[in-house]
Nanobody, 113 residues
Framework: QVHLVESGGGLVQPGGSLRLSCAAS????????LGWYRQAPGNQREFVAS???????NYADSVKDRFTIYRDNAKNTVYLQMNSLKTSDTAVYSC???????WGQGTQVTVSS
């Protein structure tokens, strides 16, 4: 059974930083491509970042140069380091696998003064 469990969300002021974690079980983690997505109230879920098993990364233009996705295969965990946060980054952030597709339950990130 596959489980993806996100953590690390919370309330942060504009300009601040957070690091999200997604701990995976039930998958061949080191062989898996993983991604972070987010959904703000009233909006569709959108792509944030992804990382392949090779370590190749891809980012949405809105987070490029502010967010970093990376993985620790020894810990079966993928991270999203978020810097220079903006109020527009407020959303529920979820991690996922692609093949087959599984989703975590999400963690709330609120950027507000």
């Amino acid at each position: 059974q596959v489980h993806l469990v996100e953590s690390g969300g919370g309330l942060v002021q504009p300009g601040g930083s957070l690091r999200l974690s997604c701990a995976a079980s039930g998958i061949s983690f080191s062989r898996s491509a993983l991604g972070w997505y987010r959904q703000a109230p009233g909006n569709q879920r959108e792509f944030v970042a992804s990382i392949l098993s090779t370590g190749f990364t891809n980012y949405a233009d809105s987070v490029k140069d502010r967010f970093t996705i990376y993985r620790d295969n020894a810990k079966n965990t993928v991270y999203l380091q978020m810097n220079s946060l903006k109020t527009s980054d407020t959303a529920v952030y979820s991690c996922r696998t692609y093949s087959p597709p599984y989703w975590g339950q999400g963690t709330q990130v609120t950027v507000s003064s």
